[in-house]
């Protein structure tokens, strides 16, 4: 059965960090570029950070460029996504999503969907 897990969300305070991981099972990401992308109450799904396949390239969303990493471990069959600095603006549920070799950040290039983890950010 083809999944992502998407783990490590959380409450958080503003300046605080998280790492979010997502855990692939029934395919290898190896051929797979891995987006995360959010979605805050009432408002629209927006990408967030990507890491291609081939050469493990990464894009940012300007909100989020500096502050967030994100990673992959193919040998665990995982990515990660690093946030520092938290706002209280990151807070939404975060989603992985994997497309083959190297998506944009378009929803729609994305074949697999994890199911979400909350974050959210607060004092």
């Known amino acids: 059965q083809v999944q992502l897990v998407e783990s490590g969300g959380g409450l958080v305070q503003p300046g605080g960090s998280l790492r979010l991981s997502c855990a692939a099972s029934?395919?290898?990401?190896?051929?797979?570029?891995i987006g995360w992308f959010r979605q805050a109450p009432g408002k629209e799904r927006e990408g967030v950070s990507r890491i291609s396949s081939a050469d493990g390239s990464t894009y940012y969303a300007d909100s989020v460029k500096g502050r967030f990493t994100i990673s992959r471990d193919n040998a665990k069959n995982t990515v990660y996504l690093q946030m520092n600095s938290l706002k209280p603006e990151d807070t939404a549920v975060y989603y992985c999503a994997a497309g083959l070799w190297n998506p944009g950040m378009d929803s729609n290039e994305y074949l697999y969907w994890g199911q979400g983890t909350q974050v959210t950010v607060s004092s």
């Open positions: 029934g395919f290898t990401l190896d051929i797979y570029g």
